[in-house]
Each structure stands twice: as structure tokens, then as C-alpha cells.
């Protein structure tokens, strides 16, 4: 039910959307941080995660998150995510990551609210 | 008064013929060729075995005795009494000694030697061989002699009258079993309860006529269940009472009517107890039941009926029932259990009850269990303990490990000796202790009574005259062998016999204990070779007149203190060291480069070989030993008095020791550089010296041609090699073939006696240790050995060293539901041998020391795990009273049964899987075939074996493979794997009707064979390298079984036609493809057993860091509980009590679980008890520490660690609390309320180099609950793959708060998160979970 995991990666204006699919475990953390990493490389400092798929995460793909939080935040850029499921809301929430992030409810509000964030 | 030591009599005997010891049967057979023309000896040898198998009783018994005058024309005309035999038994008449003696073990006594001590001269000596005498006896006028012969059953008694020792008279009672003697007390008559075809017969032998007299024939007694005739047997003065059935008859001793006295209303068991030593009672349980029956004079019995409570079982030997005199007192013990009750009419109350499980102080090993009131003091003691009960009430306990008790009961004292060489002195007239004194003794062992006061004991280090009133020693022998102290009838003669001497002392005038020695025999052949002079005038000095009394002589001091000098020059202490305070001796050994030191207790050297400089062991029953050192070897040899350095180039690189004799093993590859060569060589002693030869060679060649490899056995006799004896043998087989040593010594290696005692050498014995990653289970033990394994040991240093682990241990006769799973051992200076023990499913550490045990109990039905490379605690089970274990299975499951009931254990004992399966219930033999994962049982009852599948995926419906029943099936092949075989080749035999039968294991049918053609083949119960062996005939006998041929044909394989000639020679095929896939395994199972050692430690290490579990903190309850994803885990709790009353509880989660996980957790505990140490509880830089060690202390990139972290003050009723990437901590409240506490999150340690920790406060008073935890729990998901979820979890806890065990509180909520996921019992993540609730008042440190 856990086994497979993917990404997919698209840009919207300025703003990076991922996709995810899947447990957010090493795994998915991984490809997050792979993905994360070309789109960083190809310019960008909006990003948005559509958790809408995973239904879970643990803490080491929170750790990927965190980590690309950290580079988000040293460039001074924007994260953003969306479709959270309640736990990894409250996940978000007890990991301290609400303090750097915003949770909006789908997609489309957090595009919105991207687009006017400076 | 004088007394005799009771156990120097041999008043009564009891022999089984069915339990002789396999080296009995080879001396028997083996010992007259090596002395005899081969031809006359084995014709006559034939002979006798045709006649004996034909039950040809007369010329069986012609043919023997011809024998006999053959051995018995030694001329023993110049005797000397050397100490070179082994005395069984002396009696003394006060003119002639009469001892039972071997040349071997004691308990293989096969002479009779009558000394005069008074003229010096030995009178005449019987030698028997090969019969063994198992007892002896004297009448007034007779000395009776009773003899075995191991082939047939019957018996020999001899005797002769004790004027004319020369004029002995034989009969042959042929056809008896077993055989029980008593004599009477004051007349020439001997009572004999003798087991044949008709059952038990009680008869007289009277050796003046040489005639019997059948007084009984007990019809109704089932001999199938060995109940003994003597336990049933009530004397007085006019009768011999007996229980028959259910029926007391009184046997008249003048007329031999029979009467029937009393009818009992239950049959007699063999558990009840009979006394008549004040007053004729019995005491029996059935059930409810309690029965006193009693006789209140003139046969007048009275039967007393009380309702127990409940109903107690007494169904084994090991169990003890006994009431005091006043009938007030009623008491149940068990090898681990006391009950007392309290008798009251027809009931009984319950009014004590311990047990090992319960607290009781010590276990005490069966055998040596003793249970008696006095008045109505309850004695409960053995060597383990002593514990006396007033009443009910606990008065008196000494449970030291290494104790020992006698109790003497005309003075009804204890002695009791209690290590490190304290004596203690109890009266027990008014149960005070006397005397506490300490001597340099290890043991007692009492020999005399002398004047309702002075006690003559013998003890490891001599023996001692004391006086038990005052503790005063009287006199102290040192160590000269002392083996026996006796009073002849008169009182007015006492003998003292040691190896080297006997001695008798005339006691003139007891009342003043004073005595002369009149006579000492036996130093001629000392002095004759003693050159130092030390012991020139010793004879002399000795025959001089000596004082027997407190005021000794100066003069005997002076003889007992150069015998002293003399025989303890060398000694062997312990295991491992010698002893000698003869400056002489300690320069010899120091110039052969020993090392000393002094031992400042006792003031006297110490010679100690190191282990890694040399091969040292040590023969148990004789005080020598020997020492192969250095590079080139050298061989040394100690031996009292002796000393023999052999200098010979031995490639020792291991050894193995039995009862007299020492191994070598030489392990060196042949000139292919392919084949490793194993020749153990013999090490023993013999009339010319030293023998060292080949014992046992073995060769591993290839046979190109026909693409396989042979092995060939050549094994010789090893009694061949010896003067006199057989030899019990140790036997160890390597797995492996070819390729390297490590391979083809895979660390197993060395027996060492343990016991010395050898009274139960049943079998031989095989090491088959199973290997489960870096974990050894051992099966089982018979004989009476520690088999060691030694883990880690190189093939060219093998020896017992620090951390060997012990895998099998037999030798005393604990039930057979004793399992050793365990174990740890190791020998530094004199300091015992601890191992573990797992017996019913209770834990129970043992120390050995000077090949005694001590031992003690842990808690009852768990099944423990400890690793055996450390000794160290790893996980531990319930187990309901009664499993037995049964072995693993591939997947390392552990086994274990009851009745109907399989039980599965995992390893790691993480999870448990019973089943129920029908064919099981009650069987009474199992083997284990771990390769195929098959169990087969065979259940004696049924007659049915069954085969089952304990394969870890097997459907529990589908486990049974097959049931067939075998009749009459004598004997069970174990179906040991064939080393160099595939699984599917492991297959059992069995022995029925004089047939072999090979099963094919898989389905239980019978694939060949094999008629034996001797009807007493048996005796080498295993089958090793595909080579059954057996015994018959005085042969050993090989069948190889073939496999590689279907259908596996039986091929009579050889047999040894005389003791000189090799025993057998067999081949075993095998072919190249299955040695490279083995080898191929072996590799990979060795990798993966490093891996496993390494996770082992790191799980063993994170163990200790979690306070798994319930803790009372005075005002606070704190329970954790935590369950691991991966063998280590990346959760963490703790707590720790501040000195100010104050609570620091913490909970962690380390991101991912398994080593690096467990690693940063290690380093954030050792962190917060640095931070926490002087009570510096700064929330903020607490954490602010922490985030800094975490951060550049973790083993992987991008590793943090969630951390909730709490004080709670008591005075001031507060929680303060920060949360940093963990779940926020729930309280639910007195008031009802119940929710998280508003914390505000923020990023786990290790990720910023400097943050911010918020910090909230919240009351926290009497009746709260606290609850933290990891997120693994709310984050179990389950089939449709939907997380459980904060709320559910919440919900969860809140709801049931009111759960007055938190234990069950949590248990409550682990449960309800794994029934979530399915019921599945994998988990995804850690999950940990701590509960603190506040009780009321101030926390105590």
C-alpha cells in the first residue's frame, strides 16, 4: 500500500507545484528534495507542495522538507502547501514548520496567495 | 556413646541393572585382553557371551569363574599402600580392614582387600574384574560381597566367613533386575527384595547354610513402575511391615506368617512417607486428601483424614510431604516451592506459601532436598540452604550459594559450612547458632560421633576433630587422602585410612577421648623413595605413642605438619592452580618459567598457568594435571607426589579432558595444504609411565575420479591405550570439510568434567550446539559434563577462556525438563564457572566451584534470552509452568510444548505464536531436524510418532506430515543433520524387535532395513558422519547408511574384533557441488552473524537507556513503553529525580529508526544526564546544549531529533514544557478536562545552528494525568492506508483516563493503535508512549 512514490513537477507563473503520491517516508523524501533541487537550479523562488496524494509522512520526509525549507528561506524565497491531510497538518504544526510556511486549503487558493505574497 | 557415621555403612543397597554406565560395559568387556594371551581370553570371552545369550546360566557362570582364577592369580604378596586405588567402602572390625577398591573410578570398585593394619600386611585380596561389586555388606560373623556383571541381568553375591577370608563361597542370582539388601542388625542373616520375571520377592539369605528363604512374593506391586519394596518396608522389633496395594501386612520375623494389619483407603504411592522412629506413621496426599496414618501401639492403627484446601500434587521424587509429631503441622516442598499448613480436626489452612517465583530465597537442587519437623520447627534444608520454620514463621535462613549442611542428628546439631570457609554450629534444641568459626576448609563431610560431642569430619583439606559444643578444633589432619574414619563395633578402636596410610588409634577409656595409635600402615613404599628426608621418621614417629585428645601430643603435631609439608607440596586447587608452601618445589616450578603468587589468606603459593601460554587441564579425581607450554610444547605432567616434565614436541593447540585421562588434539593441515588433519592423542598415565598415542585419526582425501570426496574414521579404542580402565569419551565432531580451519573448526571445542562424582554416566555425549545469528541454543544433557563452546577461539588456541560459552550441562539428576539455553563461563584464578539455566521455564543462575554448584533463582516461567557472548540480558517472555522446550526451527524460532500446545518464539522474543496441535499431546520423546524443520515425536503410550512441519510460513492446519505407529520401539536414533549432506537427507532410526528401521523423514515410511543380530545392541545412541553406531557383544559396530545410492541401503560397515583391533573403517560420499554450495552458505550465514552481532550490541546498549516500564516516584506513578520498528530504534524516554523533588521527564524521536538512530539517541541521554547532573534545568539552554550536540554529533547528514522536554515542580504544582518537532504532551485533568497542552512547535534539534525554544507552563496537580509520546502511534495506518491520526489518538486517551492501571492504560492504547493497522504486528515506525500521573504528595528520591 506504502511501496511506490512520485512526483510531478510543474510551474504555474512563478510558482513551483509538487505533486506528491505517496508516503512521504526516506523515499519520497528523497524525490522531493531531487525534484526540488532541478527546479532550484532552474530558477525559481515560489514553491508549493500539493500533499493532496500522501496521506502521510514521517519524520525523515519531514527532514527532507525542513531541509528544503532551510534553502527556501537562505534564498529568501516562498513555501507554501496545500491538500494537507489533518496529521501531516498537525505534523507540520508540532514540527514547527507553520512557523516558516503557509498551509492553504487547495491548490488554487495557494497559487492565489503565492502570486500576491512578495 | 559412640557412634558410627551413618554413611559409612552399607546397611542397605539399591542397584539397577538397567542403568550401567557405558564405561562399566567397555571395562567389562575390554579390561582382561590387554593382560592375557588374546586367544585363551577371547575364547573364553566368546564363550561366556554365547552361554550368556543363551541364557546357559551354569556354563555362563563355569566360563566366568575360569576368568576370575585367571585374574585372581596376581600375586599380590608384597603390598604397599600407595593411594593408586580408589576406595569405595572400608569397614573396620577393630583387627582387619575390609575395603572395596578400584584401580578406576570408585564407583567401579571390583576388589576386596582385607588389610591388618596392626601387623602391617595386606591379608588377602579379591579381585573380582570384571565384576563390578555394587555393594557390600557384614554381618556379625559374614562379609558379603554383591557383585554385577553389565552383559545380562543377575547378580553374584560373595562371601566368606571373617575368620577364613580365604574360604569365599559364590552364588549367581540370575534373572533379578534389581536387587535392594539389608542386614539385619544382630544376626548373620541378610534381607533381600530382589526384582525378577515374578515381580518383587522378599527373601533371607543366610550365609552360613549359602540358602534362601522366599519370605514374599509381592504379587500386586507393578514392577513397570519401579516402586521400591524398601520404601514400603516398616520394621519393629516382631515385624517387617510392608504395603502392598492398599494393604499393611505385618510379616512375623519368628514365624514368617503373614498378617494383615490394616487396609489403607488409596493405594501406596512411592511419594508417601513412612517413619518409624519414634512412632510408626505414614503420610500421604491424594488430591484434597491429606492422610495420617498412625499407630498408637499393639497394630493399632489410627487414620486421620484432612481436607486441604486445595489439591497438591506429589508425583515426583523431587517433592516432600511430612507432618510434625503433634499432628498440628502438615508441610508440601518442592525443588522451588514451601507450603505449610496449619492442621486443625479434618481441615487444613493454608498459612504459608513460597516459592522461588515468589521470593523464596533459595532452590534447592533434588537430590539433596531434606524436609522433616522437630516438634514443630519445620527443617527444610539441602546444599543449597537451610531454612527453619517455627510453625509457620520464618526463624532462621541461610541462603549463601556455596553451603553445605549436615545434620547430626544424635547431637541434633547443624553443621553447616557456609563459603568462604565460615562453620557455623545450630543446636537445634533451642535453635541457636553456637558457634560461628572460620576455617581454611571447603566442605564436611561428618565420619564420627565420639562422645555426644566431638565430631570427626572430613573435609577437601583434611579432616578435623571438633568440638561441636564450643567450636574448638581439636585436631586438624591435613590432606593425606583421608577417605575413611570408622569405630569398630566395640568403640574402642578407631581407624583413619588415606591414600597413604592407615592408621588405628586404641581408645582405651572413651569418657576422656584419649587414644594411642597403635599402628599405621602403608608408608614404606613413601619413605623407601624419598630423598629429601622429609618423611624418613615419619613411620617411626607415627607408631610412637600419640594422644587422640585436646591436649595432642607435640610429636603429632610435628608428623602432621611434616605430612603436611609432604602432600601439600603440590596440590591442585580449583580448577587451575597449585598449591605449595614447600619452598623447594615452588623454586622447581619457578625455574620451568610458572608464575606464583600468595594467596594472603592462607599464606601459601599458588602456581598459575596461563591459559594463552598453554594447554592445561585437569583429570577431576586424581590431583594432578598437565601443561603443554611454550613454542616447542613441552608437555608437563603433576602428579602427587610426583612431577614429570616430558619434553616432548607436541602440536597441542587443544584438549579435552575425562574422568583420569587427558586428550590432546593436534589439528594441522597434510601436505596438500588442503586436507586439515585432527589426531587427538592420548595423554595418560600407566604402570612404565607416560603413554601418549593415537587415539583417533581421521583423513579427508578427494577422489577425483569419481568427483567426490571420502573421509575415513579410524577411531581405536581408547581403553586400549590405558593399564586398566576404560575410558568415557568425549566426542566432538567438526562440520566443515576441507577449505580453511575456520571453517572447518567452527569454535566448538573441550569437555571438562564437572562433577567428579560420575554416579550417572549414562551415554556418552555430542555437542550440537544450533547457531542463530551470534546466539547459541543448546539442546540437552546427559552424563555428567559441561560441554563448552568456545565462541571466538581460534583452531590453534582453543581452550576455556573469559567468555566461552557454555552449551550443554548434565550431571545431576534434575528432571529432564531442564534446558541449558545459556551461558557464560570463564576460569580466572579460582573463581567459579557461572552459567544459566532455563528449567521449566525458570531462570536459574549456577556457579560452579571445585566442581560444586551453587545456584539461584530468577523468576519462574520466563523464557530469557541472554546473549552468550556477553552473559547480558536481553528480552524475556511469559511461559506457563510445564513447556518443555523442544528445539528451533530455520527461522530461529525456539520451540516450546505442553500437552497440545506448540509455542513459537521468535528470536528476539518479540512476538509468540501458540498452537494447538492434537498429535502432540503428551509425548514423551522429540527430535528436533532443524535443516527440514521438521519436529517428530514419539509418544511411548500410543506408540505413535508424528511428524510436523514447524516451518515459520507452514499452515497451522497443515503442520502434521504424518503419524505412523511403531510397536515395541526399544530405542530412538536421534536424526542428526549428516554433515556434509543436504537437508532433505536427515532421516531417524529406530530400533524394534531387533531390527533397524531408516524412516524417511518426510513421509514416515520405512526406506531400508537392518537386522541386528545381537539382542543387546545399544549404547552409542547417535549417528554421526552417516555412520550409525552400536554396540553389541563387546564390539562396536558401524552401519554406514548411503544416501547417495537410493534406496539408501544398509552396509555393514565393520567391527572391531578385539579391544586392540581399530574399530571400524567406513566411507562417506560426497561430491563437490555440495561442498562448494555448503561452503557458499557457510559464508554468507558467518556475514550475516557479524551483522546481527553488532545490531545485538547496539540493541542491548539502547535497552538500557529506556526506562521501559512502571516506576514509583513516591507522588508519581511513571510507566513507558516503547516499541521498536527495527532492532534499534530512534525513540527515546527517560526521566530523571532531582535532588529538589523536582521531575525532569524527556521523550524523543530520532528521525528514522535502526543503528544511526540509536546512536544519536545514545548521545542525547549520555547529553541530558551531563546537563541534568547538578540540577541545572534551564529549559532553554538545556535544549540549546542539546540542539548542539545533535546537530554535530549526528552519524548521518540531515539526522534531528523531535524532543518534548518537561519539568514538573511538586511544590509548585507545575509542568513546564517545550515541544520542538514533537507531539505536544496531553494532560487530562481531575476536573475532567483533557487536552493537549498549547505548546508551540518548533523545529527539532539538529536542524538550526541557533533556535528558539518556546517555553509554556500549565498546572499539574493530584489526580492529573500527563501523557507523551512519539508520533508513531497516531501515525499507524492501516489497510486502506488512512493514518489512525491525532484525534483518534486524543480521543483515545482522553476517554480512557480513567483507567486506574496506568500500565493498562497504555497497554489499552497500544493496542487500540495495532488493531488499527489490521492486526498486523509490523510496524512502520518507533512507537513509544509515557504516562506520568500525580498520586499525591511530595515525590522521594
Known amino acids: ?118 | 556413646m559412640l557412634r558410627l557415621a551413618p554413611h559409612r555403612r552399607t546397611d542397605t543397597m539399591k542397584f539397577n541393572m538397567h542403568r550401567l554406565p557405558l564405561t562399566a560395559f567397555f571395562i567389562v568387556l575390554c579390561f582382561p585382553f590387554p593382560l592375557f594371551a588374546a586367544g585363551t581370553i577371547e575364547a573364553n570371552y566368546r564363550s561366556t557371551m554365547e552361554a550368556y545369550r543363551e541364557q546357559d546360566w551354569e556354563r555362563a557362570e563355569r566360563l566366568a569363574r575360569i576368568t576370575l582364577q585367571q585374574i585372581d592369580s596376581r600375586n599380590w604378596k608384597d603390598w604397599y599402600y600407595t593411594g593408586g586405588r580408589r576406595t569405595r567402602m572400608a569397614y573396620f572390625t577393630g583387627d582387619l580392614v575390609y575395603m572395596t577398591t578400584s584401580e578406576g573410578q570408585p564407583w567401579e570398585s571390583n576388589k576386596v582387600e582385607i588389610h591388618d593394619p596392626l601387623r602391617n600386611k595386606l591379608v588377602r585380596v579379591y579381585d573380582f574384574d570384571p565384576w563390578l561389586i555394587f555393594g557390600s555388606t557384614h554381618t556379625p560373623n559374614y562379609t558379603v560381597t554383591f557383585l554385577r556383571w553389565s552383559e545380562y541381568i543377575g547378580y553374584k553375591i560373595v562371601w566368606f566367613e571373617k575368620g577364613s577370608p580365604e574360604n569365599e563361597r559364590t552364588i549367581l542370582r540370575d534373572s533379578i533386575e534389581e536387587v535392594n539388601a539389608t542386614r539385619k542388625e544382630d544376626d548373620d542373616l541378610i534381607e533381600l527384595y530382589e526384582k525378577g520375571p515374578r515381580g518383587w520377592v522378599l527373601s533371607v539369605f543366610e550365609p552360613a547354610t549359602g540358602s534362601f528363604k522366599e519370605v514374599h512374593h509381592f504379587e500386586t506391586i507393578d514392577i513397570s513402575k519401579s516402586v521400591s519394596a524398601q520404601a514400603h518396608l516398616i520394621k519393629d522389633a516382631e515385624y517387617w511391615k510392608f504395603l502392598d496395594g492398599n494393604k499393611l501386612y505385618g510379616l512375623n520375623v519368628g514365624t514368617w506368617g503373614k498378617e494383615l494389619l490394616f487396609t489403607l483407603p488409596f493405594e501406596i504411592s512411592p511419594y508417601d512417607v513412612f517413619t518409624n522412629t519414634r512412632s510408626e506413621k505414614l503420610v500421604a496426599v491424594r488430591g484434597d486428601t491429606l492422610y495420617i496414618v498412625t499407630n498408637a501401639g499393639d497394630n493399632d492403627y489410627e487414620i486421620r483424614t484432612i481436607h486441604l484446601p486445595y489439591p497438591l500434587h506429589v508425583n515426583h521424587w523431587t517433592q516432600r510431604i511430612a507432618s510434625d509429631d503433634s499432628g498440628r503441622w502438615f508441610a508440601q516442598t518442592d525443588t522451588d516451592s514451601l507450603r505449610i499448613f496449619s492442621l486443625d480436626g479434618d481441615s487444613a489452612r493454608l498459612v504459608r506459601s513460597a516459592s522461588s517465583c515468589l521470593g523464596s530465597t533459595y532452590l534447592i537442587l533434588p537430590d539433596r532436598i531434606n524436609t522433616f519437623w522437630k516438634g514443630d520447627t519445620l527443617v527444610h534444608h539441602g546444599d543449597a540452604g537451610l531454612e527453619l520454620f517455627k510453625g509457620a514463621r520464618p526463624i532462621y535462613d541461610i541462603d549463601a550459594g556455596d553451603l553445605r549442611t549436615n545434620y547430626i542428628k544424635g547431637l541434633e546439631y547443624f553443621l553447616v559450612y557456609r563459603a568462604p570457609g565460615e562453620f557455623l554450629a545450630l543446636d537445634m534444641r533451642d535453635l541457636q547458632v553456637e558457634w560461628t568459626k572460620t576455617f581454611t576448609v571447603t566442605n564436611l563431610q561428618v565420619l564420627a560421633v565420639l562422645e555426644d560431642r566431638y565430631v570427626l569430619f572430613d573435609h577437601i583439606d583434611g579432616m578435623s576433630l571438633l568440638d561441636i559444643k564450643t567450636g574448638e578444633e581439636l585436631l586438624q589432619v591435613p590432606r593425606v587422602g583421608i577417605f575413611a574414619a570408622d569405630l569398630n563395633a566395640d568403640g574402642n578402636r578407631i581407624l583413619l585410612g588415606g591414600d597413604d596410610f592407615i592408621g588405628v588409634f586404641e581408645i582405651p577409656n572413651q569418657s576422656k577421648l584419649r587414644g594411642d595409635l597403635i599402628a599405621v600402615s602403608g608408608l614404606s613404599k613413601w619413605a623407601a623413595e624419598d630423598t629429601s628426608g622429609a618423611l624418613k621418621d615419619v613411620r617411626t614417629a607415627l607408631s610412637s605413642s600419640m594422644r587422640l585428645s585436646s591436649g595432642l601430643s607435640e610429636d603429632l603435631l610435628q608428623i602432621l605438619t611434616d605430612l603436611k609439608l609432604r602432600k601439600e607440596s603440590l596440590r591442585l586447587i580449583g580448577d587451575m592452580a597449585i598449591r605449595t608452601d614447600d619452598e623447594t618445589w615452588r623454586k622447581r616450578l619457578e625455574n620451568e618459567g610458572m608464575e606464583f603468587f600468595i594467596d594472603p589468606k592462607i599464606s601459601e603459593y599458588y602456581a598459575i598457568f596461563k591459559l594463552n601460554e598453554g594447554v592445561i587441564a585437569f583429570p577431576a579425581l586424581i590431583f594432578a594435571f598437565g601443561v603443554a607450554k611454550g613454542e616447542d610444547r613441552t608437555l608437563y605432567w603433576f602428579e602427587e607426589p610426583h612431577y614429570r616434565i616430558e619434553r616432548r614436541a607436541l602440536p597441542v593447540c587443544g584438549f579435552s579432558v575425562t574422568q583420569e585421562h587427558l586428550f590432546f588434539f593436534e589439528y594441522k593441515i597434510d601436505d596438500s595444504g588442503e586436507n586439515l588433519i585432527w589426531s587427538p592423542l592420548l595423554f595418560t598415565e600407566s604402570i612404565d609411565g607416560i603413554n601418549l598415542g593415537p587415539l583417533l585419526t581421521t583423513k579427508i582425501e578427494e577422489d577425483p575420479e569419481n568427483q567426490r570426496y571420502i573421509e575415513y574414521a579410524i577411531e581405536v579404542p581408547s581403553n586400549s591405550y590405558t593399564r586398566d580402565r576404560a575410558l568415557t569419551e568425549i566426542r566432538v565432531r567438526w562440520g566443515g570439510i576441507g577449505g580453511d580451519q575456520s571453517e572447518m573448526f567452527p569454535k566448538y571445542t573441550a569437555g571438562i568434567d564437572l562433577t567428579g562424582n560420575g554416579a550417572n554416566w549414562y551415554d556418552s555425549m555430542l555437542v550440537d550446539p544450533v547457531r542463530i545469528g551470534n546466539r547459541f541454543f543448546a539442546h540437552r544433557m546427559w552424563g555428567n559434563r559441561v560441554m563448552m563452546i568456545a565462541e571466538g577461539s581460534q583452531a590453534d588456541s582453543i581452550g576455556v577462556e573469559v567468555g566461552d560459552i557454555v552449551v550443554s550441562f548434565g550431571g545431576y539428576p534434575i528432571n529432564n525438563a531442564m534446558q541449558v539455553n545459556i551461558i557464560k563461563t570463564f576460569f580466572p584464578d579460582r573463581h567459579p564457572m557461572e552459567f544459566t539455566v532455563i528449567r521449566n521455564g525458570g531462570r536459574l543462575n549456577f556457579t560452579v566451584l571445585n566442581g560444586r554448584i551453587g545456584y539461584e533463582s530468577l523468576p519462574c516461567n520466563k523464557l530469557i534470552e541472554i546473549d552468550p557472548a556477553t552473559g547480558e540480558y536481553l528480552a524475556e517472555i511469559d511461559l506457563p509452568p510445564g513447556y518443555g522446550n523442544e528445539g528451533l526451527n530455520s527461522a530461529g524460532e525456539l520451540l516450546y510444548s505442553l500437552k497440545d500446545t506448540l509455542m513459537f518464539f521468535d528470536p528476539l522474543m518479540q512476538k509468540q505464536k501458540k498452537i494447538i496441535i492434537e498429535a502432540v499431546a503428551e509425548h514423551r520423546r522429540h527430535w528436533p531436524v532443524p535443516a527440514m524443520d521438521i519436529l517428530i515425536m514419539y509418544n511411548r503410550n500410543t506408540e505413535e510418532m508424528v511428524a510436523l512441519d514447524i516451518s515459520k510460513t507452514a499452515d497451522d492446519a497443515d503442520r502434521v506430515l504424518w503419524k505412523e505407529t511403531f510397536d515395541n520401539v526399544y530405542r530412538l536414533f536421534g536424526a542428526s543433520r549428516y554433515p556434509y549432506s543436504d537437508s532433505e537427507k536427515d532421516f531417524p532410526v529406530l530400533l524394534r524387535d531387533g531390527t533397524l528401521l531408516l524412516l524417511d523423514t518426510a513421509t514416515g515410511s520405512v526406506i531400508a532395513r537392518e537386522t541386528i543380530p545381537f539382542r543387546d545392541f545399544g549404547l552409542i545412541p547417535q549417528i554421526w558422519n552417516g555412520i550409525l553406531y552400536g554396540t553389541a557383544a563387546g564390539k562396536i559396530f558401524g552401519w554406514k547408511i548411503d544416501y547417495y545410492h537410493p534406496p539408501f541401503p544398509w552396509k555393514y560397515a565393520g567391527f572391531g574384533a578385539s579391544a586392540f583391533v581399530p574399530l571400524l573403517l567406513v566411507s562417506i560420499l560426497l561430491n563437490r557441488h555440495r561442498i562448494e554450495k555448503l561452503k557458499a552458505r557457510q559464508a554468507v550465514e558467518l556475514k550475516r552473524a557479524e551483522i546481527d552481532a553488532e545490531v545485538s550490541a547496539a540493541r542491548r546498549l539502547q535497552a538500557g537507556l529506556i526506562p521501559v516500564g512502571a516506576h514509583d516516584l513516591g507522588a508519581f506513578q511513571f510507566v513507558g513503553k516503547f516499541i521498536p520498528a527495527s532492532e534499534v530504534a530512534g525513540d527515546y524516554f527517560d526521566f530523571r529525580l532531582l535532588d529538589d523533588g523536582r521531575l525532569v521527564v524527556v521523550i524523543g524521536d530520532v528521525s528514522g529508526h535502526g543503528l544511526p538512530a540509536g546512536i544519536l539517541v545514545s548521545m542525547a541521554k549520555a547529553s541530558l544526564m551531563t546537563l541534568n547532573r547538578n540540577g541545572d534545568t534551564d529549559l532553554t539552554q538545556t535544549l540549546d546544549s542539546l540542539n548542539e550536540v545533535v546537530r554535530n554529533g549526528s552519524p548521518e547528514k540531515s539526522m534531528f531529533m523531535t524532543i518534548c522536554y518537561l519539568i514538573i515542580d511538586p511544590e509548585r504544582q507545575k509542568i513546564s514544557c517545550s515541544a520542538n518537532g514533537h507531539p505536544f504532551p496531553l494532560i487530562a485533568r481531575q476536573d475532567g478536562s483533557c487536552s493537549e497542552i498549547g505548546v508551540k512547535g518548533g523545529y527539532p534539534l539538529g536542524i538550526r545552528e541557533k533556535q528558539i525554544f518556546q517555553v509554556v507552563e500549565t498546572d499539574f496537580q493530584p489526580g492529573d494525568t500527563l501523557l507523551v509520546y512519539t508520533d508513531g502511534l497516531p501515525e499507524q495506518v492501516g489497510p486502506e492506508g488512512e493514518p489512525w491520526g491525532y484525534d483518534n489518538f486524543i480521543t483515545t486517551f482522553c476517554n480512557n483516563v480513567g483507567i486506574a492501571d496506568l500500565e493498562d492504560l497504555i497497554d489499552g492504547i497500544f493496542q487500540k493503535a495495532l488493531a488499527y493497522t489490521g492486526g498486523g504486528d509490523e510496524t512502520e515506525d518507533d512507537m513509544a508512549l509515557v504516562a506520568i500521573r500525580y498520586k499525591s504528595g511530595q515525590l522521594r528520591e
Open chain 1, 1 to 118: 500500500m506504502l511501496d511506490s512514490f512520485t512526483v510531478d513537477t510543474r510551474r504555474e507563473g512563478p510558482v513551483w507545484v509538487f505533486s506528491t503520491h505517496g508516503y512521504i517516508n526516506n523515499v519520497g523524501g528523497e524525490t522531493i528534495a531531487k525534484r526540488f533541487e532541478e527546479a532550484h537550479a532552474d530558477g525559481g523562488s515560489k514553491y508549493l507542495f500539493d500533499l493532496g496524494d500522501s496521506k502521510i509522512i514521517n519524520s525523515i520526509g519531514v527532514s527532507f522538507l525542513i531541509e528544503i525549507l532551510e534553502r527556501i528561506l537562505e534564498t529568501n524565497g516562498t513555501m507554501a502547501f496545500c491538500n494537507c491531510a489533518p496529521i501531516i497538518e498537525k505534523t507540520f504544526k508540532i514540527m514547527g514548520i507553520m512557523q516558516y510556511a503557509t498551509i492553504y486549503p487547495t491548490v488554487k487558493e495557494a497559487l492565489a496567495g503565492m502570486r500576491e505574497a512578495v
